[in-house]
């Protein structure tokens, strides 16, 4: 059974950071490409950042660049995102995708991350 499980979202005060993990079993992690997506509420879902299955590559949605950062640890079968200058409108529900092929493509749960002060 494939499982995606994200971790580390909450409540933030606005300019604060965060890191989110998602851990992977039942697939062969290091085969994948990884992705973090958010949808807030009334908004359709969208990609935040990506990475390659050997982590060369990483891709950036334009409002995040330069805040948030995206890694990989395929020893520990494991992505991270990690998010600074955190602002109000980074508030959403953050998923973690892994994707090989588009029929091998697979989602989280979901986190909560909110903003506020």
């Known amino acids: 059974e494939v499982q995606l499980v994200e971790s580390g979202g909450g409540l933030v005060q606005p300019g604060g950071s965060l890191r989110l993990s998602c851990a992977a079993s039942g697939i062969t992690f290091s085969s994948y490409a990884m992705s973090w997506y958010r949808q807030a509420p009334g908004k359709e879902r969208e990609l935040v950042a990506s990475i390659t299955s050997a982590g060369g590559n990483t891709h950036y949605a334009d409002s995040v660049k330069g805040r948030f950062t995206i890694s990989r640890d395929n020893a520990r079968n494991t992505a991270y995102l990690h998010m600074n200058s955190l602002k109000p409108g980074d508030t959403a529900v953050y998923y973690c995708?892994?994707?090989?092929?588009?029929?091998?493509?697979?989602w989280g749960q979901g986190t909560q991350v909110t903003i506020s002060s």
């Open positions: 995708n892994a994707r090989r092929t588009s029929y091998l493509d697979y």
